[in-house]
């Protein structure tokens, strides 16, 4: 069974913090490089940070020494540290793993959490 599922949006105020986690099943997450995207209202879906199967990490630069990325191999999970935060990182935050299978790459997406920065 595959499944990505993230958790820990929600509404905080300019300046505050926020940690967004991913769970994935065990098969994807041990193969795959993960990703965190964002889709703000009326815009593309974006990409956020990123973090392959052997811990190298590479940032948006909107994001670049505010957000954290980083992979908890006991729990096949993928977190996002969130820093800072500004009105302008409001957004749906998604999780993908780019896994490759065989000779092709697949994508799985999750539902996505809803991230809302606001006084």
């Known amino acids: 069974q595959v499944y990505l599922e993230e958790s820990g949006g929600g509404l905080v105020q300019p300046g505050g913090s926020l940690r967004l986690s991913c769970a994935v099943s065990?098969?994807?997450?041990?193969?795959?490089?993960m990703s965190w995207y964002r889709q703000a209202a009326g815009k593309g879906r974006e990409l956020v940070a990123t973090?392959?199967?052997?811990?190298?990490?590479d940032y948006s630069d909107s994001v670049k020494g505010r957000f954290s990325i980083s992979r908890d191999n006991a729990k096949n999970q993928v977190n996002l540290e969130m820093n800072a935060l500004k009105p302008e990182d409001t957004a749906v935050y998604y999780c993908?793993?780019?896994?490759?299978?065989?000779?092709?790459?697949?994508?799985?997406w999750g539902q996505g959490t809803q991230v809302t920065v606001s006084s």
């Open positions: 993908r793993g780019e896994t490759p299978l065989g000779a092709t790459i697949r994508d799985y």
């Open positions: 065990r098969f994807i997450f041990s193969i795959s490089n």
């Open positions: 973090i392959t199967r052997g811990g190298s990490t």
